[in-house]
């Protein structure tokens, strides 16, 4: 079984683009002993993500990004070569990773989605599940490939839908979930 201790650590960049609790979850788990993985590099396509400052105060490599020039990802692809970056997790990452990315990360790079895949892909996964009167929800992680929400599953973990249920108490309950499956998801793939 491959040791993951100190420098043998798989280096790890994030995507994100919102609140951060996923990157804050993984920097906390990356910290950990029996982790894989250390966090190199954060990415954001928005300056004021609370995930990307959240990053930027505890001295981890920052870079923000676009996303909406294609002429320009050869330097951040760059960026990612030079510091040795071996996996790329996404969380709550809103924008689609170009190409080039899945040419070069590929089996690299994962996301983790709010729903029990293959269902509720794309955006408001919750409202749909809740319209739809769903039994369970839950959160999916998968590996990425060049369809939206579409690459194979890791790991995913569900709970009861209620009839008192709102968007609200879901996605609480549902992002408690996230967290713990990301980092065990991470371990599925390394150890
Ligand atoms: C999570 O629900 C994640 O599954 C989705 O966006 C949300 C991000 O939450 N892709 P956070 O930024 O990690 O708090």
Redesign the pocket.
């Known amino acids: 079984m491959t040791r993951y201790t100190g420098k043998n650590k798989v280096k790890t960049a994030i995507f994100?683009?919102?609140?951060?609790?996923?990157?804050?979850?993984l920097i906390k788990f990356s910290k950990k002993i029996n982790s894989p993985i250390s966090i190199n590099l954060v990415i954001s396509n928005n300056l004021k993500?609370?995930?990307f400052l959240f990053a930027k105060k505890n001295k981890i490599s920052t870079v923000f990004y676009n996303f909406n020039n294609d002429k320009n990802y050869e330097i951040l692809l760059s960026k990612l070569i030079e510091l040795n970056i071996k996996l790329i997790c996404?969380?709550?990452?809103?924008k689609i990773i170009p190409k080039n990315f899945l040419k070069n990360f590929k089996g690299k790079i994962l996301?983790?989605?709010?729903s029990l895949l293959p269902k509720y892909k794309g955006l408001n996964t919750h409202g749909r599940a809740l319209k739809n009167k769903e039994k369970y929800v839950g959160?999916t992680v998968h590996f990425v490939n060049n369809k939206l929400d579409s690459g194979k599953i890791i790991i995913q973990k569900k709970t009861r839908l209620f009839k008192k249920d709102t968007i609200s108490t879901i996605?609480k309950r549902?992002?408690k979930l996230?967290h713990k499956i990301y980092p065990i998801a991470i371990k599925k793939i390394l150890l």
């Open positions: 994100v683009s919102g609140s951060g609790t996923n990157l804050k979850n993500s609370k995930g996404l969380a709550g990452f809103m996301n983790i989605h709010p959160c996605k549902v992002l996230e």
